[in-house]
């Protein structure tokens, strides 16, 4: 259940991330990348945030989140490959030294906001 | 999906950064505190019921008076661990995850705030034991030295490919239970053929917490790490 506190720690990042001339503003969308080699369930995340995201900014935004594959680079060969199966032994050479490239990522990329023109009212 | 005829302007906003930057700074700031203060912090993680607990009892039995040492102890709720622990006289903090909303890891800043309970110029070693998870923990730096798995023979053999995020975060596996092998089915090559599948190189120390068998190669190999910190006993530098 840490994709609660990772859900809370979205929203503070992109609340404090919308332009100051935009406030008050609505996002309606935030755009992650979360690796497969993190330790993160996409549907408790979604699941998480639509709670915590309630009185925010950030009530009702959709959560995009690009899956990033885990890509290894090999230290002694210099292979590189996409690791599908929990296998982290380099295919080429059998080499156990291994860079990950991706795959770990927990990033916040950008958020979009709704260009309102006036404020509107009923949200919350 | 969406209507386009109701299109509203949208503007994207950059912003690029990690969604745990803030436990990763703090996790810097316990590292940078940490080494000034000459200690190293081990992070130890498992599911539950695998012997901890039990391990690191019998670890602070082995080490001790020789190096000193405390332990910061997390647990979603009571302080049956800690209790264990303390038998061994090493100071010991208990953090109950649950007084910060039921967590199932320990953050950074749940190590700072429970180091301040702790003499940080009298010990040269800092065990974390964290929340019996083998999932969230591994998301989480709290500033520690080495990571460390402890897995047992009652589990199944197959956890290390189950969880690779925590098996190739961590520095070492403790393969605990051994003296329960013979009435078991466990395998264990197969289990030691899993880990290095996920982690390749990684020590394995097969131990029985509960006999003692195996925790001197373990011991070994932790001083061995205090000791490429540079970490050497208070009493002979203060």
Redesign the interface.
Same mark, same amino acid.
Request: aromatic residues 2%; contains cysteine; charged residues 20%.
């Given at each position: 259940m840490h994709e609660m506190g990772i859900a809370q720690q979205i929203i503070d990042i992109a609340t404090a991330s919308i332009p100051p001339d935009m406030r008050p503003a609505r996002v309606e969308r935030v755009n992650l990348k979360i690796g497969k080699l993190s330790a993160v369930v996409a549907d408790s995340l979604r699941f998480c945030f639509e709670i915590v995201s309630k009185d925010t900014p950030l009530a009702g935004a959709e959560l995009a989140i690009e899956e990033t594959p885990v890509v290894a680079r090999c230290k002694d060969c210099d292979a590189r490959w996409t690791i599908t199966e929990p296998v982290f032994t380099c295919q080429a050479c059998h080499s156990g030294s291994l860079e990950i490239l991706s795959g770990r990522e927990l990033d916040i990329v950008s958020i979009e906001i709704a260009e309102e023109g006036g404020h509107e009212t009923g949200r919350g | 999906m969406k209507p386009v005829e109701d299109k509203?302007? #949208?503007? /994207? $906003?950059? &912003? #690029?950064? !990690? &969604?745990?930057? &803030?436990?990763e700074r703090m996790a810097e700031q316990n590292r940078r505190r940490f080494a000034e203060k000459g200690i190293f912090v081990i992070n130890v993680m498992s599911s539950p019921g695998s012997g901890k607990t039990t391990t690191l009892q019998k670890t602070l039995e082995a080490i001790m008076p020789e190096v000193s040492a405390a332990v910061i102890v997390g647990d979603v709720s009571t302080t049956h661990d800690a209790d264990r622990l303390a038998v061994t006289g090493a100071p010991v903090v208990q953090v109950n995850t649950d007084a910060f +909303? +039921?967590? @199932?890891?320990l953050?950074a800043h749940v190590i700072e705030k429970a180091a301040e309970d702790i003499d940080l110029d009298a010990i040269t070693l800092l065990i974390v034991e964290n929340v019996g998870n083998l &999932? @969230?923990p591994? /998301?989480?730096d709290i500033g520690e030295d080495a990571r460390v798995v402890v897995l047992s023979v009652t589990e199944g053999e197959d956890k290390? $490919?189950k969880y690779?995020?925590?098996f !190739?975060t961590c520095d070492a596996a403790i393969l605990n239970k051994i003296d329960l092998l013979p009435y078991l089915d466990y395998d264990k090559e197969q289990a030691v053929a899993y880990i290095?599948? $996920?982690?390749? +190189?990684m020590p394995v120390f097969e131990i029985s917490a509960r006999t003692g068998e195996g925790m001197q190669a373990w011991v070994a190999w932790l001083k061995e790490k205090m000791k490429a910190k540079k970490v050497t006993s208070k009493s002979e530098n203060r």
């Open positions: - | 509203k302007p #949208v503007r /994207e $906003v950059k &912003v #690029v950064s !990690r &969604v745990l930057a &803030v436990n +909303g +039921g967590d @199932c890891h953050a &999932v @969230c591994a /998301e989480f290390p $490919v690779p995020a925590m !190739r290095h599948q $996920v982690n390749p +190189g």
